[in-house]
Every structure is written in structure tokens, then in C-alpha cells.
């Protein structure tokens, strides 16, 4: 069984602080993506990462896929208040037929205080 | 172009009825996948569908929960004779084609008592 791996599960900081969110697994993921979740919501995708080593920026958001193909992080520079959310990390196995089956990690509650 | 949607959001049962949870996807898509999140927890997936095919319900409980996607109209996930443990937030999301970015609907929050 696939697994993905969140760290840490709870984060509080203060605004203006930088932070990092990882992704791990013992697997290979043809492709990785991060998505922000709001309570009541449903998620909305971030971003998408397919290629090892990559690294794709989103304004105060950095995100990297491992060069292996099993991790990912992201990282937010100067949290804001408006970052406070679910983010969960979710991988497309190889082998899965490509039906876009995804395999979520448990998830990473980021609390930005003011 | 409207997204995803599903309804109801809230649903109440009382332990041994039937949920039926729907889902329309959003225009073009004829993909659809049906996930569950419990509490603090990530999303699972249950089933992926195309329109009048089951095709990988891989993560469906073997009993009382089905999934289909008729020619016409939205996708259904019914659950019968509900159980607490089947409260949870269930999301639908949906893609063009297999294998490209899926869009989510805001899910059905199912609460049994």
C-alpha cells in the first residue's frame, strides 16, 4: 500500500514567518500536487509537480518534487493570516493505470496568527 | 462555467437509512471520482467512474456503498443502511480525461445519528 507522509501535522506561527511543509514516501509518484483546503470546502489545486528536481514558485509559495520522485515540500515565505488552511499533499502512483487515482497524505493544519 | 456540484451539502440520516450523495460534474468532464474524508484526516479515494462505467472501485467498502454515473444526469454515491461510522465529508471530483487535473466539488457532509 501506497502512503504519503506529512510534516508536521499542526503548525501555529506568527505572520511574517517562514515555514516548511513535507511529503514523504517510500514510493515513486509519476506526478505530485498540493492542494489547500478551507473548512466546509473542497480542496483547490496549488500546483502540480511531475519532473524530479522540480521546483515551481507560486508567489510566496515554493514547491520542490525529490529528484527520486518520492517527496515534495513546500515552502511559504512571510505566512500571512489569509495562508491558514489544510494542505495536503497527493501523489499519482506509477502502475495505477493512469485512471488519476490520487493517494492523499493526511494533511498539514497551518495556523497563521496575526 | 459552473464547477463541481454536489449536494446536498449537509446530510442527516438516522443509523439504518440510505444516503444518496450526488454529484455533477462540470461540463465536458466525463471523468468522476469519488473520495471520503474523515476529521483532521486527508482525502481516501473510494471509486472512479466514466459515464455508465465503474472503473476502479478499489476503495469502496464491499458492502451497502455504490457508485454509478448514468448517460444522463450527475453521478450518485448511495450508501445504505448508514452506520456512525459512515459519518464523513464525501467529495466528487471531476476531469476531462483520465489522467488530467481533476476540479473538486465542495463536498456532502454526512452526519449520522
Known amino acids: 500500500t501506497q502512503l504519503l507522509e506529512q510534516s508536521p501535522q499542526f503548525l501555529s506561527i506568527q505572520e511574517g514567518e517562514n515555514l516548511t511543509v513535507y511529503c514523504n514516501s517510500s514510493s515513486v509518484f509519476s506526478s505530485l500536487q498540493w492542494y489547500r483546503q478551507e473548512p466546509g470546502e473542497g480542496p483547490v489545486l496549488l500546483v502540480t509537480v511531475v519532473t524530479g528536481g522540480e521546483v515551481k514558485k507560486l508567489k510566496r509559495l515554493t514547491f520542490q518534487f525529490g529528484d527520486a520522485r518520492k517527496d515534495s515540500s513546500l515552502h511559504i515565505t512571510a505566512a500571512q493570516p489569509g495562508d491558514t488552511g489544510l494542505y495536503l499533499c497527493a501523489g499519482e502512483s506509477l502502475g495505477s493505470s493512469n485512471t488519476g487515482k490520487l493517494i492523499f497524505g493526511q494533511g498539514t493544519t497551518l495556523q497563521v496568527k496575526p | 462555467n459552473a464547477g463541481v456540484m454536489q449536494n446536498p451539502r449537509h446530510l442527516v440520516r438516522r443509523r439504518g437509512q440510505e444516503a444518496r450523495l450526488r454529484c455533477s460534474p462540470m461540463?465536458?468532464?466525463?471523468?468522476v471520482y469519488w473520495y471520503r474524508q474523515l476529521p483532521e484526516e486527508g482525502l481516501k479515494f473510494m471509486v472512479y467512474?466514466?459515464?455508465?462505467?465503474?472503473?476502479?472501485e478499489s476503495g469502496m467498502p464491499k458492502e451497502r456503498f455504490s457508485a454509478e454515473f448514468p448517460k444522463e444526469g450527475p453521478s450518485i454515491l448511495r450508501i445504505q443502511q448508514v452506520v456512525r461510522g459512515d459519518s464523513a465529508a464525501y467529495f466528487c471530483?471531476?476531469?476531462?480525461?483520465?489522467?488530467?487535473?481533476?476540479?473538486f466539488g465542495q463536498g456532502t457532509r454526512l452526519t449520522v445519528v
Open positions: 467512474l466514466q459515464k455508465e462505467n465503474i472503473i476502479d
Open positions: 471530483a471531476s476531469s476531462p480525461l483520465r489522467d488530467t487535473e481533476a476540479f
Open positions: 461540463k465536458g468532464h466525463s471523468h
